[in-house]
């Protein structure tokens, strides 16, 4: 072991775990690529004023939770806390929405860093997989998010997660209903923070985690009762389409979250698996985004799951993902010239696409054929010196134990075609 270990809150992605990683990636990313939404990578850093105006200066993110420092050259950056901003900013800075195609549709894939105090499920680097729809106001783009998330948690096996939704109105009702909650606020028996965060973003204090706080609001003003016409009809068109899809949800009239860009349609998706980091994903509108940046008015949509916790989520329902190997022909070769040849082989059979490995350093016959063993291939390949005198194989199909002897000319179009 060496003297170094990975930093306080964070953990590695290692193998065979490391494929789960991958595949919940994936399947979060398949329903992406199938509807219209482009790839997009933007780097792991930002211009902390991005996010202080971005995400908001009022929010654990941006006062607690971000990775701030200034460079050599004087520069202030910050590691991104979420995806949102740096995609808005990339794809403004790109003219994107002025290509005369909107919606833009974007996704990525990445790791994000907060600065929080690790627990299960919370972590000071962790990965997420989102979407972005920039540039309309359409509540069939609010429903096909939701609708994508649902599919992609469906497709992993996940069963137990539930899907909150609410909507927080827009610059007109918002700002009524935001007044009538600071009043009912400021009448409780508040600490000095929260009673600052009453007066900078009151809708925050509704997401308060603690029991204490979350008592005293029971009988607080819901914005549902404040929503303006525009957004009540909004709203209502979301739940129809995501209902006539076949999609479950449940109307949280307290959902606000911890960004301070969320206008109309809020979700966020929890397992009721995971303890107090429940919260496997979440998203919503955020039509005012674009403009806090220095961009044109633009509303946009999006969502953000966290892969860390969809992995803990596969866990805590005990699902197994069905993952194939990856290695399909694992090459044993006994002596020098075998190992030239097969290597040969292998070289041979990965160009035709088939997915080999070989026995490395020398192994004896028994220690090699455990690695085969370990390696899930479907076949081994065995070569021996008679084998080699020959000009033949042994194939021994690892299911059934049988073996046969294969030409080393013929080998290569017989595996591709078993295969
Ligand atoms: P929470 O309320 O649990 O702090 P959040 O509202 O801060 O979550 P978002 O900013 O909406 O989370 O990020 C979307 C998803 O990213 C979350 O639902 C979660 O799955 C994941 N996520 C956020 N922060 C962390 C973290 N520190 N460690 C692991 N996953 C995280
Ligand atoms: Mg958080």
């Known amino acids: 072991m060496s003297t170094f270990k990975a930093p306080k809150g964070t953990y590695d992605l290692i193998p065979p775990q490391s494929a789960q990683y991958l595949a919940v990636r994936e399947a979060i990313a398949a329903p992406l690529r199938n509807s219209g939404y482009g790839y997009i990578e933007t780097p792991g850093f930002e211009n902390v004023e991005l996010f202080a105006r971005g995400v908001g200066e009022s929010t654990d993110i941006v006062t607690k939770e971000m990775y701030a420092f200034e460079t050599k050259g004087g520069d202030r950056l910050a590691l991104r806390p979420e ?10 800075e790109a003219n994107l929405h002025k290509a005369g195609n909107l919606p833009v ?9 907060r600065y929080e105090r690790p627990q299960k499920g919370r972590y000071r680097h962790f990965s997420q997989v989102g979407a972005e729809a920039i540039g309309a106001e ?7 998010l939701i609708i994508l998330a649902d599919q992609a948690y469906r497709s992993l096996g996940l069963r137990q997660f539930r899907i909150l939704l609410n909507s927080l109105g827009d610059a007109e009702c918002r700002p009524v209903y935001r007044a009538a909650l600071q009043d009912f606020l400021r009448g409780l028996d508040l600490d000095e923070d929260t009673l600052r965060r009453a007066e900078i973003n009151p809708l925050r204090v509704l997401d308060d985690k603690r029991e204490s706080v979350q008592k005293q609001l ?17 709203h209502e068109e979301v739940r129809e389409l995501i209902t006539a899809a076949g999609v479950a949800f449940e109307d949280d009239p307290k959902l606000v979250r911890g960004l301070d860009y969320y206008t109309r349609t809020t979700f966020e998706f929890v397992h009721d698996g995971l303890g ?41 329902e005990g699902v197994e993902l069905d993952l194939p190997s ?11 010239e075998a190992r030239r040849v097969l290597f040969a082989k292998v070289t041979e059979l990965r160009k035709v696409g088939v997915a080999a490995d070989f026995s490395y350093g020398g192994k004896g016959l028994k220690a090699a054929m455990k690695a085969a063993n370990r390696s899930g291939a479907r ?17 021994k199909d690892m299911e059934s134990g049988e073996q046969t002897a294969v030409g080393l000319n013929e080998v290569v179009a017989e595996l591709e075609s078993r295969l």
Do not use: H, N
């Not at 995806?83 to 403004?92: F, H, K, P």
């Not at 359409?138 to 096909?144: K, T």
């Open 83 to 92: 995806g949102t901003a740096s995609v808005l900013r990339a794809a403004l």
């Open 105 to 113: 549709k974007l996704w990525y894939s990445g790791s994000y860093y």
């Open 138 to 144: 359409d509540p069939a783009l609010d429903a096909e």
């Open 218 to 234: 029971t009988g607080a003003p819901l914005l549902r009762d404040y929503l303006c016409d525009a957004c009540k009809a909004y």
């Open 276 to 316: 107090s980091q429940s919260a496997v994903g979440g998203g919503g509108r955020y039509d005012g985004l674009s403009e806090m940046i220095g961009g044109p008015a633009l509303p946009s949509v999006g969502w953000a799951l966290g892969v860390d916790r969809t992995v803990l989520a596969l866990e805590a």
């Open 326 to 336: 990856t290695t399909s022909v694992f090459a044993v070769p006994l002596g020098e």
């Open 379 to 395: 076949y081994a390949l065995v070569l021996g010196e008679r084998d080699l005198a020959e000009g033949q194989v042994q194939v």
